[in-house]
């Protein structure tokens, strides 16, 4: 395996808590939630009238002309990208731009492009935008932060459900390990919250219902919940090679040590009840980044608000570290900004390397009383974490079975 170190120098996002990284973050360890009601004519007969939309319009923010040319979903990961980039320090510097490379994720796409257009075909052919292609097809938000930056790398676009983000870091720290780049801009976005997705998850059974009180909707490991909160927003890390970051003297937040990628092959929605493709994910995770479970004082997880998602990766988690779980401070981030499908894991593995860069974990909310099957330490207030070399691990899953788990490391 390579020794090439690679590390975090850049954070951007835009979630249903605040429009960046640092309100974001200040929301989290506040316990704030994202959850509102939806007022829009189109809720009205849905069954399920509550999400998570983002905190900030992105269409505030990027350029009238060129936020009509994207999908909401690109408009998020333009929004990160852009922050994650001067977060990074790496405007300011002249770059090979054949080392830069991209890999932003999605679980779904240009969604609201495609039922826009959808409609607008059925007043005639011509009524359908010349840009609906390259609005609504799945790499749009990875080519539009390609373009911005130049990147000449490789501009890549992992589906992989709500796995998606965390394969796409994994892929972009590949990347670098491989020698194929230096710096690659890595993460994912979603912007789905829309009649069809809301009126399929619930009849799957998969949202919560709780119209009457969105705040408390999102509920991960308690024993009253009921599904899961639809977000909507991007995160996107830049990741480096050290020794480049360090040569123009980065401000680093913390080292990419390792990923693991599993299958449960089990079933198309439903978790292996076992938890073994995830505890393999993490276990891989701890290898490839020759961490040991004593070195993980901290686990973000999925924990998405489902009966079976939630108690299957907590045996998982105890599987894979045994009674290290017992003192590793488990949070579910999900409780405040619901679940953003392909960029969970990205808003996620930020506020995992925020956790350790600040030596800080935000808190579960809506956790009254843990399910049995749980047996985790989990924060329902901020949690300090120790001095010394910390490392973490940050937890996502999809539908089809896909397992990716990633672990930090303190720098």
């Not at 020794?3 to 120098?9: A, D, G, N, S």
Request: negative net charge.
């Amino acid at each position: 395996m390579s020794k090439t170190r690679v590390v975090i120098t850049g954070l951007g996002a835009t979630t249903p808590v605040g429009g960046d990284v640092a309100s974001t973050w200040e929301a989290l360890l506040a316990g704030k939630s994202g959850a509102k009601l939806l007022t829009a004519d189109w809720v009205e007969e849905l069954p399920v009238k509550i999400a998570a939309p983002a905190a900030v319009e992105p269409t505030e923010i990027i350029e009238r002309v060129k936020a009509r040319r994207l999908d909401r979903n690109a408009q998020f990961a333009v929004v990160a990208a852009r922050e994650a980039w001067a977060d990074s320090g790496l405007a300011d510097v002249e770059l090979d731009k054949t080392r830069l490379g991209v890999a932003i994720a999605t679980g779904i796409g240009g969604l609201l492009t495609t039922l826009t257009n959808y409609d607008l075909l059925q007043k005639g052919p011509r009524r359908v935008s010349p840009l609906a292609i390259p609005m609504l097809m799945p790499n749009s938000a990875a080519a539009n932060v390609g373009l911005e930056l130049g990147a000449l790398a490789g501009v890549q676009t992992p589906v992989s459900a709500c796995a998606s983000s965390n394969e796409a870091i994994s892929l972009a720290a590949d990347q670098i390990r491989l020698g194929r780049a230096d710096i690659v801009v890595a993460g994912g976005a979603e912007g789905s919250i829309a009649g069809l997705p809301l009126a399929a998850f619930g009849q799957m059974m998969a949202l919560s219902k709780r119209n009457d009180d969105p705040e408390r909707a999102s509920r991960p490991w308690d024993v009253d919940r009921d599904g899961f909160l639809l977000g909507e927003g991007a995160g996107v890390l830049v990741l480096e090679n050290y020794d480049h970051a360090v040569a123009r003297g980065a401000r680093i937040y913390a080292e990419f040590a390792g990923a693991g990628i599993t299958a449960d092959g089990h079933d198309i929605v439903q978790p292996d009840p076992t938890g073994s493709g995830a505890e393999r994910a993490m276990l891989q995770a701890l290898r490839e980044g020759d961490l040991a479970t004593g070195d993980i004082v901290h686990i973000n997880a999925h924990a998405t608000s489902t009966p079976a998602g939630d108690v299957a990766e907590a045996i998982a988690i105890r599987k894979a570290l045994g009674k290290v779980a017992d003192t590793a401070v488990a949070t579910a981030p999900k409780s405040m900004i619901g679940h953003l499908l392909g960029a969970a894991g990205a808003v996620e593995s930020i506020a995992t390397v925020l956790a350790l860069h600040h030596r800080l974990v935000p808190p579960t909310i809506n956790l009254d009383k843990v399910d049995d099957g749980v047996e985790l330490d989990i924060a329902t207030e901020p949690r300090k974490l120790g001095d010394g070399d910390i490392a973490a691990l940050n937890n996502s899953f999809g539908f089809g079975g896909h397992n990716v788990a990633l672990a930090f490391k303190s720098i």
